[in-house]
């Protein structure tokens, strides 16, 4: 039997943010953004711009940031009140380069390059070090003034993406598959108790007592399943790991529960309400994903889609056609775990999107790939919890032994 190549998102095109004259606030944009991806514990490489006093152009002081590490290199410097040159620093320049071909080396997760100006535009500046992780294929981040967007389009071959200045189309382009690498950087390693694997869910224990839950999927019918104590003294992180990088349906939905074991703590607090009556107002179309028991009760007018749909439901493929242009789609936490939720999350681009079921991770590191509003469960009566998912119970069977908590985006 052939291995399969572990999960990985697909490749990105260069992305370049349009800006008129003037770049502070898109220095800023890319500052916050490469930050925040590096606070979650992606690898990203590359430069940031700081500008400090004066203006766009020529400021008092320019500095190139390196991201990885910190370091500022002083890049110009303003020549005195009576001018408006600058004085470019070449030394710095070079001093820079070099952080780009230690990220280029490294392969980070993303390269920063403040901008593409003047001089890549001529095939001087930084464009060679922007060349070769093109070349490599690894993502990169960079900002154009629109006077040169021709010469960008030309030196990507025509191959990038070009973005608006705002967070959102930045979040847009890192795209929704990279969300499950972002929730297993999350998990805080811990070590396993017991990986309990029912009929119809999946429970996983730490020693510490936290508790994580997903959908069994139905491809693992019948499957043998090792008793609940051989997982004990494994890594959470490591049990987790398949959820991000794993085909196996049964492994990942394992790694799915070993992430919400970190996520949806007991500690954790929010409005017990039930995900599927966020749109119970909504005055356009609502998509939901998954037969939910007696969503015709909740959600009259909403359109069904489900693998095996019933009378009145439609079957999967009509998602690329009835989530475009929803005002609002509810999907089945499932999706997480089978690989659909980016194809959903790109299918319903723009769309007030919840994610409902036992199986959510309940985590803010979600609202950012364009969902609004987690509907999930966490665990309070554990072994009766137990008991029961070993007893094959249903969701709702087992919903008295802990309590829905609810999460939406500010």
């Known amino acids: 039997m052939v291995a399969l190549a572990p999960a990985a998102p697909p490749p990105l095109r260069p992305g370049a943010v349009v800006h008129g004259p003037g770049s502070e606030h898109i220095d800023a944009l890319l500052d916050r953004f490469t930050a925040e991806l590096k606070r979650r514990g992606f690898r990203v490489g590359g430069l940031v711009q700081r500008n400090y006093g004066g203006g766009d152009d020529c400021a008092d002081q320019m500095d190139l940031v390196d991201v990885a590490t910190g370091r500022a290199f002083g890049i110009s410097q303003h020549l005195g009140r009576e001018s408006q040159a600058c004085r470019v620093d070449p030394r710095g320049v070079a001093e820079a380069s070099q952080a780009l071909r230690r990220a280029v080396a490294e392969r980070a997760d993303l390269i920063v390059v403040n901008k593409f100006a003047g001089l890549e535009a001529h095939g001087e500046g930084l464009s060679d070090e922007m060349l070769s992780a093109i070349s490599e294929g690894i993502p990169l981040l960079t900002s154009v003034g629109s006077r040169y967007i021709n010469e960008w389009q030309s030196f990507a071959g ?116 039930n995900g599927l009556d966020q749109h119970a107002g909504a005055e356009g179309r609502v998509v939901v994903i998954g037969g939910f028991p007696k969503i015709r009760e909740r959600l009259p007018r909403a359109q069904v889609i489900e693998i095996d749909p019933r009378p009145g439901e439609y079957p999967e493929p009509a998602c690329d056609w009835l989530l475009p242009g929803a005002e609002a789609v509810v999907t089945t936490a499932s999706a997480l775990a089978n690989r659909t939720l980016p194809r959903l999350l790109a299918a319903g681009r723009g769309a007030r999107v919840t994610l409902v079921g036992p199986g959510t991770p309940l985590t803010p590191r979600l609202f950012d790939y364009g969902i609004e509003t987690l509907s999930g469960f966490v665990a309070e009566n554990v072994p009766a919890l137990v008991e029961a998912i070993l007893g094959g119970a249903s969701s709702k069977q087992f919903h008295c032994h802990g309590r829905f908590v609810t999460l939406s985006r500010g």
């Open 158 to 273: 025509g191959y990038a993406d070009l973005l608006t200045p705002d967070a959102e189309s930045l979040w847009r382009w890192w795209g929704p598959h990279r969300l499950y690498e972002d929730l297993l950087l999350g998990v805080e390693d811990a070590e396993v108790k017991r990986v309990v694997v029912g009929a119809k869910w999946i429970l996983v224990e730490t020693v510490a007592g936290a508790i994580g839950l997903a959908a069994r999927p139905s491809s693992s019918a019948g499957a043998a399943v090792p008793a609940p104590e051989s997982w004990a003294g494994w890594s959470l992180k490591a049990l987790a790991e398949p959820a991000a990088r794993g085909w196996d349906a049964l492994e990942v939905a394992i790694g799915i529960a070993a992430l919400n074991a970190h996520y949806n703590h007991a500690g954790l607090t929010g409005p017990a309400v």
